[in-house]
């Protein structure tokens, strides 16, 4: 069964990066294929609704911003929404409204209405306020969520989907920074597929002072929840062959996403999976699978970097992989995150219980050569800030951030409760995780953090069933 769903899910996702490819070549294709993906989607998820969370699933694990085909993330939402409805008219029942979880969404919800209301008032953008908004409505995925998970075979049926993305994601960001590690040898090449990745908003490719080429797509996320999946595995003395690749690919994976905030994220989680390997008596045995897998990931790097092509590689020196990234006030996105921490606190200041609501903008001074090219003086003004608990405090106020803040920890707390079970410890962790990596990059307000959020509290339902 799951290698049935991992392979098939490896061709289609191959498939939809070829079409992404395809409709980036050529634009008028596009709505066309969007609304062939949508439909066979939508006809899919009527016959089985596990169909379309699994698409879901599939979609944030390799989407990254959600355009890989036009505005195909909204689109699976509405078309799977609507299909979660149909199940319900069909079995007359909300399975989410037998969930224990169903008052703590109505409250987040009432939050996220008064936001609205609240922009409103305050007379911010239109325009803002509904791009702001737009990630939040990734809560509503709940409903059909849980309609369609039922059962652990089910969960396993998803996980199977999600390292079959996993493997999506190792293979491009191998193949791109071997390609951009290497111009002289693909130069006729480098032009349109640097346009795909960055129009389609799939990828971030950054040319770093020591000659690394930063890969990092937003899904990049998943990876650090497939390290707790495989570190638990491992833990548990379930460990064999696939379970240590998992383990190298995603530190690897990890690593060369050049993400500090990612990179904190890991370590912290790696404590705390120390802890628990210790008192399965695998402290030393995990700790030096970790460390040996990273450093090899390191050595995997420097090779696919420096392999001479026409001449010679990247050139990159091994000691600066890591100094070059952990200097904050050299670096120019370390250092915009400093310059945006005074101005986004006095904004937050200004509304602090009930927030300014959706689409507020805050003007700051940065260095960043995007902004420089719009402003000589570097004032940069946007709606959306890298502070991502700064950012629900200045949006939702103090008071709906708490709440926001609040039903994230009840899940956790309630997968800890549930921790004998895996799956649900993994959900657990990654969902820490999510609260980590949020301190300096969003994910709480956006589809792949919300996404996990919503998985995670399906998990949970299933598994509380056997606890009742």
């Known amino acids: 069964m799951w290698h049935k769903w991992y392979g098939s899910a490896l061709v289609i996702m191959v498939v939809s990066m070829a079409l992404s490819w395809l409709s980036y070549v050529w634009p008028d294709t596009q709505i066309w294929i969007l609304m062939s993906i949508l439909a066979i989607v939508f006809v899919a998820s009527c016959y089985r609704l596990l169909f379309g969370v699994a698409v879901v699933i599939a979609e944030l694990v390799i989407g990254s911003q959600g355009h890989m ?17 149909i199940w319900i008219i069909r079995e007359r029942r909300i399975a989410f409204l037998y969930t224990r979880y169903w008052k703590w969404y109505l409250a987040l919800s009432c939050v996220l209405a008064l936001a609205v209301l609240t922009a409103w008032w305050y007379g911010n953008s239109l325009t803002y306020l509904f791009l702001d908004l737009n990630g939040y409505l990734f809560v509503a995925m ?9 059962t652990e075979t089910d969960l396993k049926k998803l996980l199977a989907v999600f390292w079959a993305g996993l493997t999506i994601l190792l293979i491009e960001t191998m193949v791109i920074l071997f390609v951009f590690s290497h111009p002289a040898a693909f130069q006729y090449y480098l032009p349109e597929l640097y346009r795909w990745l960055r129009d389609f908003r799939l ?46 690919a995603t530190l690897l994976l990890l690593f060369v996403s050049y993400s500090r905030s990612f990179w904190v994220s890991t370590i ?49 020196d091994a000691s600066s992989l890591l100094t070059d ?42 260095k960043d050569p995007r902004a420089l090219e719009q402003n000589s003086d570097g004032m940069y003004t946007t709606y959306a800030f890298e502070w991502g608990y700064l950012d629900l405090w200045l ?74």
């Open 268 to 316: 912290v989680v790696v404590v705390i999976l120390t802890v628990l390997a210790y008192r399965q008596k695998m402290f030393w045995k995990y700790l030096g699978s970790v460390l040996l897998s990273a450093a090899i990931g390191s050595v995997i790097v420097l090779g696919i970097i420096n392999i001479p092509l026409f001449g010679s590689g990247a050139g990159v």
């Open 142 to 150: 709940i409903i059909p969520f849980t309609q369609a998970l039922r």
């Open 395 to 468: 949006k939702l106020g103090l008071v709906g951030a708490l709440v926001y803040i609040s039903i994230v920890v009840a899940i956790l707390l309630r997968l800890w409760y549930l921790r004998d079970h895996p799956i649900a410890m993994v959900a657990g962790m990654g969902v820490l995780a999510v609260g980590i990596v949020h301190l300096f990059t969003p994910y709480l307000n956006h589809p792949l953090g919300i996404g996990w959020i919503v998985l995670a509290t399906s998990i949970a339902n299933i598994y509380d069933a056997t606890h009742r």
């Open 69 to 85: 085909i036009g505005q195909l993330r909204l689109g699976l939402f509405l078309a799977v929404f609507l299909a979660g409805i």
């Open 203 to 248: 990828a971030e490719i950054t040319a770093q002072d020591n000659n690394f080429t930063r890969i990092f797509f937003q899904s990049h996320l998943y990876v650090l929840f497939g390290f707790i999946a495989a570190s638990l595995q491992f833990i548990t003395k379930q460990s064999h062959r696939l379970t240590l690749l998992a383990l190298g």
């Open 325 to 366: 990234r952990t200097d904050v006030t050299t670096d120019v996105g370390g250092g915009s995150r400093l310059a945006l921490l005074p101005p986004l606190t006095l904004a937050a200041l200004q509304h602090p219980l009930l927030g300014s609501g959706f689409g507020t903008t805050v003007s700051y001074a940065t």
